[in-house]
């Protein structure tokens, strides 16, 4: 089933004709802060003829989507809709036929539609980057890849037995292979990223990398329109925001807190703002732990970030052995401005923790140097005005959407 949801062509000297392909991306009426639409959409301010694919099925709602034909209207893009069956596990044999099924869709949409000038294609889902790079050569169509994360191997992280997990992934590691050596032009959201991708590709001689970022003029909008009034002032807060998830660890964050809370500091706040499938065993370990947490559950972006610019500290908790490097989170703590305690191993992020100076890094699954280090900033708000403040140097550096995707806008008009 192929939905084509809105057409925005108004304008007869359309440039280019771009086809995003993003299996993962949101419609207009779901909270998120896409690069994919925000780059549709500087796109066709550009007057390029730009048109998205993805999926009817929300990855994170995990639902069937339905879409406001008021929001549709809004669009200056054309937006698709391809089927799959769905699924209600992320780690599942049914996820897979899920993205096998879209894939299938996707080459019969392709076979259908005019030639593009350009395939713009998030990598993952690997179905639909295989099906969109064997069109791309098939039809010597401009291909060009944006690494949003690493499969198979994250996927090994949570589920890697030994005879099964080999059968499975060994072939996803090859189809993985073929997209990236297929592109011709590779962007990723981190160094880490754009170099896997370079390892098997002989076109290109570098890839780069754009982190995801956010707007921060549309960040500090939201921020001064969503500010959150209602925090105590003798409370610090400590603020978690994404998924939760296996690659997450909150544990971690958690036993940390109750060391602190028995030496008997009782006024941190531990903000959770998220959701997923490990939701309800974080919370019950909070509980167990008797620390101060709240579990807002997944928010609409402009009332996280109202939140979140209030808090005191961030925390990025990863899980040993994941395979993320930089991430959503990451711009958001950096656009808000906030010091960042960091157990995450990418040598990336904790490079560029200490080159910007904004935030401690800590051993991995190692509670107790979290604790120690978290006493630092409780103690020092100097210390944490000082690191907030390089925070935002990075965020305005590095992170700041108009700044860095004004790269990816440029390889696309050349291409």
């Excluded at 009817?56 to 669009?75: A, C, G, P, W, Y």
């Excluded at 036929?97 to 539609?113: A, D, I, Q, V």
């Excluded at 060994?170 to 997209?179: L, R, V």
Aim: glycine letters at 6%; charged letters at 25%.
């Amino acid at each position: 089933m192929i939905s084509s949801l809105h057409i925005g062509e108004g304008g007869a000297n359309r440039m280019k004709d771009v086809l995003m392909i993003t299996h993962f991306t949101q419609v207009p009426g779901e909270a998120g802060n896409s690069r994919f639409n925000y780059l549709a959409n500087l796109l066709a301010a550009k007057n390029f003829h730009v048109e998205v694919v993805t999926s009817n099925f929300s990855h994170r709602m995990k639902k069937i989507r339905t879409v406001n034909e008021e929001d549709l209207k809004q669009l200056n893009y054309k937006l698709t809709t391809l089927s799959e069956t769905g699924y209600s596990r992320n780690v599942s044999l049914k996820r897979f036929y899920s993205h096998y099924t879209f894939g299938k869709n996707l080459k019969r949409y392709l076979e259908n539609r005019t030639k593009p000038d350009v395939i713009y294609c998030a990598v993952p889902s690997l179905d639909a980057g295989y099906v969109a790079a064997k069109y791309a050569l098939k039809n010597q169509i401009k291909f060009i890849i944006d690494v949003q994360d690493l499969w198979p191997e994250a996927f090994k992280m949570v589920f890697d037995a030994p005879l099964v997990g080999k059968a499975i992934y060994t072939p996803m590691f090859k189809i993985a292979d073929f997209i990236y050596s297929s592109a011709d032009e590779i962007f990723a959201v981190s160094q880490t990223y754009a170099d896997r991708a370079l390892q098997v590709n002989k076109k290109c001689n570098s890839a780069h990398s754009v982190f995801l970022g956010t707007d921060l003029m549309y960040f500090d909008n939201l921020a001064s329109m969503y500010k959150y009034k209602e925090k105590p002032s003798n409370e610090i807060w400590l603020a978690y925001v994404g998924t939760l998830g296996h690659s997450y660890d909150l544990t971690t964050v958690i036993d940390g807190l109750s060391i602190l809370k028995k030496r008997g500091i009782n006024n941190i706040k531990f903000i959770v703002m998220g959701d997923g499938p490990l939701k309800s065993k974080f919370e019950q370990y909070a509980r167990v732990k008797n620390i101060n947490a709240l579990f807002t559950g997944r928010l609409e972006y402009g009332k996280m970030v109202g939140i979140l610019t209030e808090c005191d500290i961030a925390v990025n908790p990863i899980s040993r052995g994941a395979a993320q490097s930089i991430i959503n989170k990451h711009s958001d703590y950096a656009a808000a401005g906030l010091p960042v305690l960091n157990t995450q191993e990418s040598e990336e992020y904790r490079g560029l923790v200490d080159t910007y100076n904004f935030g401690l890094n800590c051993r991995n699954q190692d509670a107790e140097d979290f604790a120690n280090k978290l006493l630092l900033l409780y103690e020092d708000e100097k210390l944490r005005k000082s690191l907030g403040e390089n925070s935002r140097r990075v965020a305005e550096e590095m992170f700041d959407r108009k700044v860095t995707y004004t790269q990816i806008l440029n390889i696309i008009d050349r291409s």
